[in-house]
């Protein structure tokens, strides 16, 4: 990864048609029941037109990109805004660029803009990832 | 102008730290949690793999921080919500709530077999006029400490309530 350099770009397809079935996997597996994620009645007495996924699963299918990119244990901090409800049917297409290298604790860093679009071409996620390169 | 949502009983809880909870990270819930968010990397499933590529064991994903240990005595089996999480009290109850982002930052590597102790406060709590009418905004810090008593990761989250 040393020839890591600011102004490098990646776009990955991270989930081609979010399903209603992943989320109530992610449900499972996080252990986050909270019913406006796969109870759509409840979802529409809130205002939802639908059940919606987690934001962290938008941010657990975003960070696939990273480790893709830079490796499993290469990322030194990962946050993101979710700025927009993700819903069944939407594809998510996430983005990374870098910008910035720094040396931080003896090891070289890179630091990545990183986002994510729905079908419409929306931000749903924001922010930015740390990684060793 | 509506009465603001947060009093000084709401402020109170700033800074208080919540009952350590347990979380254990291992290979199933490893598996589980890659296979949820759509990981192809051998490493999340297969410890041969993972060992090959100079890891103790199957390493966490992003995202995930192991899987909370189940204790029905603390926590609803229905809702997941933990009984004696400090209430915060506003001027009138918020009914609703929603994840406005969070940010980990990693301190060294986590694999399974790794056992975590999480502890959280809640660092700040803001009120908006916004999209959603009044609402407050919850930023809460987490640490979580391994089995060598070693701070492995720290958790910024938001949440919104409404």
Redesign the interface.
Known sequence: MADVKVGDKRDQV??ERVTRT?IV??A???????P?HHDDEFAQK?GYPSVFA????S???T??M???WFG??A????????TKQVFPGEQLTAHGEVTAIAEENGEKRAVVHVWTTNSAGETVVD?EAVAAV | MAEPLITAETRAVIGVESDPVSHEVTRMGIRMFARAVGHTDRVYYDVDAARAAGYRDLPCPPGYLGTPVFDPELTDTTTSRRKAAPTMRTSRPLARRLAGGSTIEYLTDICAGDELVQRTAIASIEERDASLGQMLIVTTQSTFTNQDGTVVAVVQGTGIQY
Do not use: E
Not at chain 1, 28 to 34: K, L, M, R, V
Not at chain 1, 54 to 57: A, F, R, T, V
Not at chain 1, 75 to 82: A, S
């Open positions: 991270v989930i992943h996997k992610y499972g597996t996080s252990g986050d029941y909270n406006l809130a987690h934001g962290m699963l941010m657990g299918l960070g696939r990273l480790t893709d499993a244990v990322l030194r901090k990962y946050g993101v805004r979710f922010g």
